[in-house]
């Protein structure tokens, strides 16, 4: 082959190394769809492989550039219908204190991710993936304080003691949210160890709150389905943690305050009612990523 078209062809594939990467990207910004990935990878190793293999012909570098075009444009395309979609999803979910993790989403297939955008598939999803979920949760170096409370809370589940396995929780979730408050403070950090509340004062605690709503605001207005789920996780703080009528009228089934303090109808919770605040615990979980640590 004449060395300007050897030159042209090891260009041609830099070109195709470069856009196999920009897919990824594509694809990691939505969501880890590992099937889609794993397609995509396929389809751009079978092109890169085309090319190299036509040796001595004549290579048409517009042609296949512009199927290269179409396919990107094509994946765009359903990226972005499929994140709409999702976002819609999830926002809905969380009216009913359904918080979705990134998790979930490794078991979407592009073609037919819609029959993932049912409650009673996520409520299915939530009760098969608990053992390996709480694995994971128990993994956690910055929850490593609270690891034998949350399987405690997860062998009362097992055992059917619904009110038990849930306020076996709360004190990990108001440890969690506190502490990561306190890390979008330029004066706090993330400390695993210690006791959070010795850091608060009222003025702080009143700081800290302003600044995870608007932080609240701003993950969710993005529209990327990773940092609205984190973005709709923190707004579950306040559907059930914090913004409540003091009438009484409007109190979330999962309200932390009514749970603790002891004037809940404790009667009335069921096992889905756990495995909602189970994970939305698990939820709450990625926004440790890029926090100060104090390290």
Same mark, same amino acid.
């Given at each position: ?29 939505? !969501? ?45 395309? &359903?990226?972005?219908? !499929? ?6 999803? !999830? ?13 979930? *989403? ?39 304080? &609270?690891?034998? *409370? ?103 089934? *999962? ?5 603790? &303090? ?20 698990? !939820? *709450? ?11």
């Amino acid at each position: 082959m004449e060395k300007g078209k050897e030159k042209e062809l090891e260009q041609f594939n830099d070109n195709l190394s470069k856009i196999n990467k920009n897919l990824q990207s594509l694809v990691s910004a939505f !969501a880890p769809m590992k099937t889609v990935l794993r397609d995509i990878n396929k389809s751009i190793e079978g092109a890169t492989s085309g090319i190299s293999s036509i040796k001595g012909l004549e290579i048409h570098n517009e042609e296949w550039k512009e199927r290269l075009r179409e396919t990107v444009e094509y994946l765009k395309d &359903h990226f972005s219908e !499929a994140s709409l979609d999702i976002i819609e999803f !999830a926002d809905e979910m969380s009216k009913e204190n359904i918080f979705l993790h990134s998790d979930y *989403l490794s078991e979407f297939d592009l073609s037919g991710y819609d029959t993932m955008l049912r409650k009673d598939v996520v409520l299915s999803w939530m009760e098969t993936s608990f053992d390996e979920t709480l694995s994971k949760l128990t993994k956690l170096e910055f929850l490593i304080r &609270h690891h034998h *409370l949350i399987k405690q809370s997860a062998n009362a589940y097992r055992r059917g003691e619904i009110e038990i396995a849930m306020i076996a929780l709360y004190p990990v979730i108001d440890f969690f949210v506190l502490n990561w408050g306190l890390a979008q403070d330029k004066e706090g950090f993330f400390c695993g160890q210690t006791d959070s509340t010795q850091y608060l004062n009222s003025k702080r605690k009143k700081g800290i709150d302003k600044g995870t709503r608007q932080t609240t605001k701003e993950m969710r207005e993005k529209r990327r389905i990773r940092t609205f789920f984190e973005g709709t996780a923190l707004l579950g703080v306040y559907q059930i943690f914090v913004d409540e009528d003091k009438d009484g009228k409007k109190v979330n089934r *999962l309200s932390r305050n009514k749970m603790l &303090h002891g004037s809940y109808d404790y009667d009335c919770l069921t096992e889905e009612d756990y495995l909602k605040l189970f994970y939305w615990l698990y !939820a *709450l979980t990625p926004l440790y990523e890029g926090i100060r640590t104090g390290n």
